[in-house]
């Protein structure tokens, strides 16, 4: 099975700072990997597929890249509707999920 | 517009079983792959199932091989999810979820998500 991670755990931030997340996996997955966004109570909600692929509706400061192993989410100036918690997911071999990096107000 | 709609969460017994069912709309829903996945209270997200597009296909995650089973009607675009021999591990609030392509046979990126159910198995 492939494992996902996801660092950091926690990232306290202010608005308008540029926010990147990493996520790694246990072996190459190509680029079949996607980032959600979920709020507390809600339903998650896509935001990149295919590593670097931008949901249609989602907001050009989300960004996406890496390939392999290693992915990046990157918030390129994190507004106040942003603070929430982000999983990566892999769908290389099934699927497996990112244990979650959570943004948080600094 | 695209709805999933989940229905049949409950409390159930240890060792008990329910049966989940997720209505869905507004797509062609028997040329995209379903999954269900779970959030355990206060946790991550959890893969549970994936079931083909024609349903000849299914896969499960190693908690629940051998207790679940995945199924869907394409006449009634219903997704389904028989869970026997629950556990006080099986507590979470379970999605169902829309593949995002027709392209990948089981899973994908998931562009649609249902509400959710909660099922709820005492300790």
């Known amino acids: 099975d492939i494992q996902m991670t996801q660092s950091p755990s926690t990232l306290s931030a202010s608005v308008g700072d540029r926010v990147t997340i990493t996520c790694r996996a246990s072996q190459s997955i190509n680029s079949w990997l996607a980032w959600y966004q979920q709020k507390p109570g809600k339903v998650p909600k896509l935001l990149i597929y295919q590593a670097s692929s931008l949901e249609s509706g989602v907001p050009s400061r989300f960004s996406g890249s890496g390939s392999g192993t290693e992915f990046t989410l990157t918030i390129s100036s994190l507004q106040p509707d942003d603070f929430a918690t982000y999983f990566c997911q892999q769908y290389h071999s099934y699927l497996t999920f990112g244990p979650g990096t959570k943004v948080e107000i600094k | 517009e695209v709805q999933l709609l989940e229905s049949g969460g409950g409390l159930v017994q240890r060792g008990g079983s329910l049966r989940l069912s997720c209505a869905a709309s507004g797509f062609s829903f028997s040329t995209h792959a379903m999954n269900w996945v779970r959030q355990a209270p206060g946790k991550g997200l959890e893969w549970v199932s994936a079931?083909?597009?024609?349903?000849?296909?299914?896969h499960y995650a190693d908690s629940v091989k051998g207790r679940f089973t995945i199924s869907r009607d394409n006449s009634k675009d219903t997704l389904f999810l028989q869970m026997n021999t629950l556990t006080a591990g099986d507590t979470a609030v379970y999605y169902c979820a829309k593949t995002r392509s027709t392209v990948m046979i089981l899973t994908d990126a998931f562009d649609y998500w249902g509400q959710g159910t909660l099922v709820t198995v005492p300790s």
């Open positions: 079931i083909s597009a024609s349903g000849d296909n299914t």
